[in-house]
């Protein structure tokens, strides 16, 4: 395996880029040559574009029904997202309740060493609910094990003497006989008492069960607990404060929707811009604020107007907290010791913090070279002074704090922003869920005397409304949807959408989508798939269902995308460079051979089913003209279009095996398009030097080998 390995990388490596290469390769300065015109794609070949770059991935048939209601109604119902039912979807995310929390529940479900710390102290009492405070008895007593554990008599040895190692392993063949006992007595009782059966037990047994549980026993029995009582068991179950409990259900669930949501325009657009306005889940208290910021900032205004996506990611206690603005505090503000009444009074050692003004110009706004100084930098960020959270280890919500805003006036980007000081104390402003500043048109902005706070929207008002923002995040999207490197002229006509309509990103978007480039052989399956897009569409193409979205979620830890986790602020780049290395796609191609040999964390996986879902979506009838079926992008199963090459310049050669036949009606369903002659020849030579049991291992190892394809690599 390792020679076909090595050279199908070699082909990985140099296949898309130099598709790349080819398709934006600017002229010589000194060449007076007229540029390549844009040949267009046919009907087929536009709803395949849509399908690869506004999905995870073409599921089988869904090209059939896009060509049915047409590509532009499809991509409109896209466009609404509200009007699409989600059953199936909706179904699989009931297992994971903190998706519909406010920060402030999640974390008292899944509490962090904090919480526990002063309920081991007495300073906060146990949950009310018996099922919480169980899990919270034994969180507590793992704490208190643990500071045992670390204290040091007056002769400075260990209060408690570690375990030998044969004690150790005595102490763990114990548990686990206890865990095993547990488990007989929990499957004996109904379904619907095994939670409460389990809470009742001694604390230590408790641990030991949710240990050292078996794992067919374990899954069993999670599998019939509810979704309430699943967090319960993981709380248990769960080291010294579990939050990551809270980052393990988004997690699997942001896989989920990608892999099963019928709304994926949707999807696709939360998944740009949170990698836009990036946070990183891993900083302090954004353990417990991603979920709501996702839900509430990002993909709620995912598909809205510019201006309100950038508003709700600035109030935001996610951002405050992951680029700091939370703790800028106005140099000349009452926070500082500042008392305007006071003129002795004296200033503290306290100042601005500059990390989300700089950002929020250079990365989420007007770009790198969008003209501002670092002067600016420092106005944008006094100006957003007192912009805060409000008990940010209780999860309590995003806080206008005026004591800490700074007073006066400040000259940024041309304006002039601010009050003269008047020594009158403003108000404070909590924007907690259902106040004002939730709702869609922010109307607390002209409502609230809060003038400070109105600075800031004023600022942020300006940053979408500048010219230079336009044409940032037209050339963001036309990089993610069009091409790493965009074509300019593309990049200025959404640029004047964006101006013309207020930042409305659906128009935005339909200037993209409309455009001959968007529509042009030129940008046509060009793009590199992130190792997320990459593990969606190959459970969408091959209409797997997601049984372990945990092990997915380590899959793409293991690729180096881990969700959630991009440090910079720049989240994941989006680009083919940084894709298109030997170590992910051997990454890539033993996760396609593991996957489709049924070896992937209990997945169940039909290479048979999928054959048959590539037959059925073929035409009833044979193609009249071999030539022009040669030809077409979407290879239909038909003797005149199942050539042995698939290099249309070769004379027209009927399929001379049954693997012939399959490899290239599975060549249908997972490319959708040509496949290229080193790449068929490839994996007709793989197939003949590895010998396998049977029919279904040869599927296995054809489906495998065509994921693992530079072809299956682009969209």
């Known amino acids: 395996m390792g020679k076909f390995a090595l050279t199908l990388i070699a082909l990985l490596l140099t296949a898309p880029l130099h598709a790349q290469k080819k398709a934006t390769a600017k002229p010589k300065p000194h060449s007076a040559a007229k540029p390549t015109p844009l040949v267009p794609l046919n009907p087929q070949e536009r709803a395949q574009q849509l399908l690869n770059r506004f999905t995870f991935g073409p599921r089988p048939g869904d090209l059939e029904q896009v060509l049915a209601i047409t590509p532009e ?17 909706d179904k699989r995310l009931t297992d994971f309740p903190t998706l519909n929390m406010q920060p402030d529940q999640a974390l008292l479900v899944f509490p962090d060493r904090g919480t526990i710390q002063q309920v081991a102290e007495g300073k906060r009492p146990y949950p009310a609910d018996p099922n919480l405070t169980a899990m919270y008895e034994v969180q507590v007593y793992k704490y208190n094990a643990d500071l045992d554990a670390k204290k040091i008599n007056a002769n400075g040895q260990p209060n408690i003497t570690p375990l030998t190692e044969a004690e150790a392993a005595a102490q763990k063949k114990t548990d686990q006989a206890t865990a095993a006992r547990i488990a007989g007595e929990l499957f004996a009782l109904p379904k619907n008492q095994r939670m409460a059966a389990l809470i009742k037990l001694p604390v230590p047994e408790r641990i030991a069960f949710t240990t050292y549980v078996a794992g067919d026993q374990k899954n069993l029995l999670i599998a019939d607990f509810n979704p309430r009582e699943r967090e319960i068991f993981n709380g248990m179950a769960a080291n010294i404060g579990a939050p990551y409990n809270i980052i393990n259900e988004l997690s699997q669930a942001k896989i989920l929707r990608a892999i099963l949501s019928e709304r994926q325009l949707q999807e696709v657009m939360t998944d740009f811009w949170f990698n836009h306005f990036n946070v990183y889940i891993g900083k302090d208290s954004d353990q417990w604020y991603t979920t709501s910021y996702e839900r509430d900032a990002i993909r709620k205004h995912a598909l809205g107007k510019f201006r309100e996506l950038l508003i709700a990611t600035a109030t935001s206690p996610a951002m405050m907290i992951y680029l700091d603005n939370w703790l800028s505090i106005g140099p000349d503000s009452m926070a500082n010791g500042v008392n305007p009444a006071n003129p002795d009074s004296k200033k503290g050692n306290r100042g601005l913090n500059e990390n989300y003004g700089r950002e929020v110009m250079e990365l989420h706004t007007l770009g790198v070279d969008g003209g501002y100084t670092q002067a600016d930098v420092t106005a944008l960020s006094a100006i957003l002074t007192g912009w805060t959270v409000d008990r940010p280890n209780q999860g309590g919500p995003f806080l206008y704090d005026p004591k800490k805003h700074e007073p006066g006036l400040k000259q940024w980007l041309g304006h002039t922003i601010g009050a003269a000081t008047t020594g009158a104390p403003e108000p404070a402003l909590s924007l907690s869920k259902g106040s004002a500043a939730s709702s869609p048109n922010l109307g607390f902005v002209s409502t609230n005397p809060s003038t400070g706070m109105n600075e800031g929207i004023q600022a942020l008002t300006a940053l979408a409304a500048d010219p230079h923002t336009a044409h940032f995040i037209s050339y963001k999207f036309a990089q993610r949807f069009v091409a790493d490197d965009p074509p300019p002229a593309l990049v200025d006509r959404m640029a004047a959408t964006y101006l013309a309509t207020d930042g409305d990103i659906k128009a935005i978007l339909r200037t993209l989508v409309q455009s ?9 399956r060009n793009k590199v798939k992130t190792p997320m897009e990459f593990v969606a569409s ?18 793409l830890n293991t690729m180096g995308m881990r969700l959630y986790y991009a440090l910079p602020p720049t989240g994941y780049y ?6 298109m290395n030997s170590k992910a796609l051997v990454d890539r191609l033993n996760f396609a051979y593991v996957l489709t040999g049924n070896k992937f964390a209990n997945q169940k996986f039909d290479s048979a089913r999928v054959l048959a879902l590539g037959l059925m979506a073929q035409p009833a009838s044979p193609v009249a003209n071999p030539t022009a079926a040669a ?48 790449t068929n020849q490839l994996i007709r030579k793989q197939i003949a030097d590895l010998p396998v049991a049977n029919s279904t ?13 530079p072809e299956f690599q682009l969209r």
């Open 697 to 709: 291992e040869t599927l296995n190892l054809l489906t495998a080998l065509l994921m693992g394809s």
């Open 73 to 89: 109604k499809w991509f409109e119902q896209q466009l609404n997202p509200v009007s699409i039912l989600d059953p199936i979807l």
């Open 631 to 678: 030809n077409t992008p979407h290879a239909k199963y038909s003797e005149a279009i199942l050539t042995t090459e698939t290099n249309t310049s070769r004379p027209y050669q009927p399929p001379t095996t049954g693997q012939d036949i399959a490899l290239h009606v599975l060549e249908s369903t997972l490319i959708g398009g040509d496949v290229s002659t080193e």
């Open 574 to 579: 989006i680009t083919a460079d940084q894709w």
């Open 538 to 555: 190959a459970f969408r193409t091959t209409a797997t269902d997601p049984a372990n979205p945990g092990a997915l979620v380590n899959t």
């Open 516 to 524: 001959p480039e968007f529509n042009s052989k030129r940008y046509f």
